[in-house]
């Protein structure tokens, strides 16, 4: 027994220090690293991607501070991968239930063939609704006030409809079309009581 503690003691010692950096995802994973050495796993090591899930467990790490740190440092949950999905399923605790679904669905190849591939009708038809599906824009000449030569100059502005001109910044629309502001102001005002009708 006094040998095996001072092995763990001796491969602890040969372990490479852990930057603060990586002492605080330690920290943000709820696992003090020292009950990683107490167990003669290297933290550094862990760190460095060096253990999977798998080994973690066997190593004496409960199956909760394994999970948070799989999940912390991207741990693969095994190195030991033939390809056998049910096997990994097997090895793989905590799957959810749509991942369970997944692994019984795709247990043999016919998962990955293209059967049914094509199979989708696509409609084609290109037919116009009898209704538009929204009102026309009110053109910004059914404002009062708006001539066709103002209405020319608004559409410069990008103001092509009495909504739009019921809605912009005066004194924007006003400097830059210059304009008076207070023509605008008055434009906009109209332009609201056409548009709430």
Do not use: C
């Not at 909760?64 to 999940?71: F, I, M, N, S, Y």
């Not at 116009?128 to 100059?153: C, L």
């Amino acid at each position: 027994m006094a040998h095996e503690t001072d092995a763990a003691k001796t491969a602890i010692e040969a372990v490479r220090p852990l930057e603060p950096d990586e002492r605080g995802r330690f920290v943000d994973a709820g696992v003090d690293p020292s009950r990683l050495e107490s167990t003669g796993i290297d933290p550094a090591g862990v760190v460095e991607k060096e253990y999977s899930y798998r080994q973690l467990v066997d190593g004496g790490l409960s199956e909760d501070d394994a999970g948070a740190l799989r999940r912390t440092f991207s741990l693969p949950w095994s190195f030991e991968t033939d390809g056998n999905l049910d096997d990994r399923s097997e090895a793989v605790s905590g799957l959810g239930d749509d991942e369970r679904a997944w692994v019984a669905a795709s247990a043999d190849e016919s998962w990955q063939g293209f059967d049914g591939a094509g199979e989708r009708s696509i409609p084609t038809t290109t037919d116009r609704p009898a209704e538009r599906p929204y009102p026309r824009p009110t053109p910004v000449t059914a404002v009062t006030g708006v001539s066709e030569a103002n209405a020319d100059r608004l559409a410069d502005a990008g103001v092509v409809s009495a909504e739009r001109l019921a809605t912009i910044h005066a004194g924007e629309v006003a400097s830059a079309l210059d304009l008076d502001v207070l023509h605008v102001r008055t434009w906009r005002h109209n332009a609201r009581e056409l548009v709430r009708r």
